[in-house]
């Protein structure tokens, strides 16, 4: 079993940042890939960015890439998603999950826990 705990949404301006992070906690956190999510009104949940179980691989959806920065401390059992330009459409509950997996892995569905999310607005 692992808990996953978000942080770090708010109210930003667009082309302003915000860095979310993600505590987690439960049984060998280092087995799993951990991922972000987002799933703004009206639209399905979609995935923003994934690091692999020791952190050397990222994966990021096409729309933040080379906006986003996916990284995870595993002394600390925490992953943090830093968010730079944000843009209007980047509104959205973001989630964190976990998924146990092998090593180098960074997927971009079927995670196995969630965390309940934090709201990122962005508007001017």
């Known amino acids: 079993q692992v808990q996953l705990v978000e942080s770090g949404g708010g109210l930003v301006q667009p082309g302003e940042s915000l860095r979310l992070s993600c505590a987690a906690s439960?049984?060998?956190?280092?087995?799993?890939?951990i991922g972000w999510f987002r799933q703004a009104p009206g639209k399905e949940r979609e995935f923003v960015a994934a690091?692999?179980?020791?952190?050397?691989?990222?994966h990021y959806a096409d729309s933040v890439k080379g906006r986003f920065t996916i990284s995870r401390d595993n002394a600390m059992n925490t992953v943090v998603l830093r968010m730079n330009s944000l843009k209007p459409e980047d509104t959205a509950v973001y989630f964190c999950?976990?998924?146990?997996?092998?090593?180098?892995?960074?997927?971009?569905?079927?995670?196995?826990?969630w965390g309940q999310g934090t709201q990122v607005t962005v508007s001017s």
């Open positions: 999950a976990a998924d146990y997996t092998v090593t180098g892995a960074t997927p971009t569905h079927g995670y196995d826990y």
């Open positions: 439960g049984y060998s956190v280092d087995y799993y890939a």
């Open positions: 690091v692999s179980r020791a952190g050397r691989r990222t």
